[in-house]
């Protein structure tokens, strides 16, 4: 499985980005898909995940402003992210799993400030 993240930028708070991943190789195995995110300094976070194709989690921090949705025909993962804060700052990775591995994509910068 291969992983392709994009969206990242800069953006103000109160803003919003929408950030995209796009998989190849054995998408089929894929049982869930989703964003982690890690903070300059600090312990990284899961911010949202889908399973089997229809069941979304978020963290707490991203409940209400944060919606991940996925588009079979085009093999992608969005998130989107609105009312946007400085805490939100973070290099944001798609990951995936399967029965037997995960994989990451390269992690796409998100920098909210004023």
């Known amino acids: 499985v291969q992983l392709q993240a994009s969206g990242g930028g800069f953006v103000q708070p109160g803003g919003s980005l929408t950030l995209s991943c796009a998989a190849s190789?054995?998408?089929?195995?894929?049982?869930?898909i989703g964003w982690s995110r890690q903070f300059p300094g600090k312990k990284g976070e899961l911010v949202a995940t889908?399973?089997?194709?229809?069941?979304?989690n978020y963290a707490d921090s991203a409940k209400g402003r944060f919606t991940i949705s996925g588009d079979s025909a085009k093999n992608t993962v969005y998130l989107q992210m609105d009312s946007l804060e400085p805490e939100d700052t973070a290099v944001y990775y798609c990951?995936?799993?399967?029965?037997?591995?995960?994989?990451w994509g390269q992690g796409t910068l998100v920098t909210v400030s004023s």
């Open positions: 990951g995936a799993s399967t029965t037997t591995s995960v994989y």
């Open positions: 190789g054995s998408i089929f195995s894929i049982k869930t």
């Open positions: 889908i399973t089997n194709g229809d069941t979304t």
